[in-house]
């Protein structure tokens, strides 16, 4: 599997400086305030099982009890595995700053049926949540088909390999130099989160 996501990160992502600081799409993604006592990023792939039982168990609360309080300030960070986790990314990326979140819960809410599903369109079923979020069929599929957006996307993913260490999803970063893979459960999170 590792061969395969450097495969996919080898093929996109040529330097995309300039991209990356002109392109309001790339701004951070994030919830809480910017003066919260700590900071959490998380990288997550949108096709990661295990990335969606952490937002499906644990967000709603580490939102509600940490994030709402002004506890933690959650930074999300792209960390596409493979093709379609990458283009439901990049329509992500391209969604008003104030639909991220409920898109990419939306995503996990429902990722048995538009990533796994055997007989599915992908794209059509990924459409229809951007679609829920707002999203115009003509600023969708322009999304989608945006190899620079989706080049811009791997760079994240690249950054988190050099700077995090990051090769699971999701894998969380407390306090910029502590990280811990996988589904953690909401005790576990609001410990380190507290360190």
Known sequence: MLQRRHLLAAAL?????????QDPRLAPRTAGRPDARAE??????????????FHKTTWPRVKQ??????????????????PLALSAAAVARALPVASY???ISALFATQDRWAFARGVDNKEEVFRIAALAGMARA?????WADDELKRA????RLAGEREHRVNATPTFVFG??????????????AAEAAR
């Open 101 to 103: 979140e409920g898109y």
């Open 176 to 189: 910029g130099n502590r990280s811990v893979s996988g589904a953690i459960a909401y005790d576990r999170f």
């Open 153 to 156: 996307v791997l760079e994240t």
């Open 40 to 53: 959490v990023i998380e990288y997550f792939s949108l096709t990661c099982s295990h990335c969606a039982d």
């Open 65 to 82: 009890e940490l994030v709402e309080t002004g506890q933690v300030r959650m930074v999300w960070r792209d960390f596409p595995l493979d």
């Open 139 to 143: 600023a969708f599929d322009a999304a």
């Open 13 to 21: 992502v040529p330097s995309l400086a300039r991209a990356q600081g």
